[in-house]
């Protein structure tokens, strides 16, 4: 047998074992230099902070005003106050974040703590976050954050259950009883007059002895937030809202043929049909079955051929929303927003019943006259899409029925055809009382 060169060189590293472990030196000694480190407990996060914020903003945590529980906020001394909104992937798409946190340390002319000063690089910083999340910090006005102790039935009653003037200290020992970070950013001088300006926003004032005495106010609260929906619906809701709630919301259904118009379509379609099997139903011969099956399928034809479709019809809205009516829809949407993401529940039922009482703030009226119209029409819509299922279903029930009656009539026709080939010994034996008589088969039986 001839030998291959593979055979060669198997037979060379049997000879040479020094060799052959001399090679696979090189393979041992490429294994990777980096172990990677277990989970972190408390994984670092991205944090998109305002230019504007100096360094000694800081990260506080505060009662939300909405639901009553600690959240973060970023407190800057000189610029206010901001919350976070977390921004991430889909889950159908799962996204991760690698995260060099070397680079930052290097542009500020720092070391890297992670790397040991032998130069040994078993460990590096770098990170990779499992979830593609980011937190943006966005400007809040304080006067949120003020709200649940200006509408708290602690504040001092006076006769007859009315609220009375009181300093702002007051308010802010209860804020500072939730949270006690509020009690620390009380401390910087700026953020206390700030929190007191925007708390005259919303309160009646009045000077008592050169103290500025505070009483919250329904009004100025309704003239604040409205002033502010305002702005946020000035000439536009984001993408996803303006499709969802403005566009979606005042689309009227499509009108397209009468009902009048399909009706009878139906009804002569259905006529056409029945007279062309009666007629058919008449012949019998094998021939002429399949002339009528032939002429049946031509006559369906004929008759899709007649019914209209959409395309055809020239479909328009039966409606369309005026400016003043999308203005005024989003203007309600940026409202109801506002008041569900800041505000109270007990709160927002009485800001948008208030709303509606007084008109000479913004007139709703337009845009509920076109929102009565656009669901009557949806209403008739459904209506009429209903009994054109229905006479569909009738017509489809007919199909059914002559289909049985086809059905039936061959069979009745292939007993006559077997009838009329049997014989007469047959047909007298099918005649002859087989009451008692035992069957050939219980002959054979095993004893």
């Not at 992937?89 to 500020?108: H, M, Y």
């Not at 300093?167 to 007191?196: C, N, P, V």
């Amino acid at each position: 047998m001839a030998r291959t060169t593979r055979s060669k060189a198997a037979s060379g590293s049997a000879k040479t074992p020094g060799k052959a472990s001399a090679a696979t030196t090189p393979a041992s000694s490429n294994a990777s230099r980096y172990a990677l480190s277990s989970n972190a407990v408390n994984p670092p996060k991205i944090f998109i902070l305002p230019k504007q914020a100096t360094s000694d903003a800081r990260v506080v945590s505060l009662s939300n005003p909405r639901y009553n529980k600690p959240t973060r906020y970023l407190v800057c001394p000189e610029t206010g106050l901001y919350e976070f909104t977390r921004i991430t992937a889909p889950k159908s798409t799962p996204r991760s974040w690698l995260i060099d946190s070397s680079v930052g340390l290097q542009k500020e002319g720092k070391p890297d703590p992670s790397r040991k000063p032998d130069g040994d690089d078993t460990e590096f910083g770098a990170y990779v976050a499992k979830g593609a999340e980011l937190y943006l910090a966005t400007s809040i006005d304080p006067v949120f954050l003020l709200l649940p102790a200006l509408t708290s039935d602690e504040t001092v009653k006076g006769e007859g259950g009315k609220k009375m003037f009181v300093e702002s200290d007051d308010y802010f020992d209860q804020l500072s009883k939730a949270s006690r970070h509020f009690s620390e950013i009380l401390r910087w001088g700026t953020m206390r007059q700030l929190l007191e300006a925007r708390m005259a926003a919303v309160c009646d004032t009045v000077d008592a002895g050169g103290e500025l005495m505070y009483r919250f106010s329904q009004e100025k609260l309704l003239a604040e937030m409205l002033s502010k929906a305002k702005r946020m619906s000035k000439e536009s809701l984001p993408p996803s809202m303006e499709e969802r709630f403005v566009v979606k919301a005042l689309e009227a259904p499509v009108l397209g043929l009468k009902r009048e118009e399909t009706t009878t379509s139906t009804s002569s379609a259905s006529t056409h049909k029945q007279e062309t099997t009666e007629s058919q139903s008449s012949e019998l011969t094998a021939e002429t079955t399949t002339n009528k099956v032939s002429d049946a399928s031509t006559a369906a034809k004929s008759v899709a051929d007649e019914e209209p479709t959409a395309a055809s019809s020239g479909l328009k809205a039966s409606m369309q929303a005026s400016p003043e009516v999308t203005r005024l829809q989003r203007l309600r949407v940026a409202f109801s927003f506002l008041c569900s993401s800041y505000i109270l529940p007990s709160q927002v039922s009485q800001l948008k019943k208030q709303l509606l009482e007084q008109k000479e703030l913004v007139d709703f009226g337009p845009l509920d006259d076109y929102l009565a119209q656009v669901a009557k029409l949806r209403q008739e819509a459904t209506l009429s899409r209903s009994m054109g299922d229905y006479s569909r279903k009738h017509i489809l029930d007919e199909e059914e029925m002559m289909d049985r009656a086809e059905k039936k009539r061959k069979m009745e026709e292939d007993e006559k055809r077997k009838k009329a080939g049997e014989s007469r010994g047959v047909k007298n034996l099918k005649k002859v009382n087989t009451t008692g008589m035992k069957k050939m088969s219980d002959f054979f039986k095993k004893t």
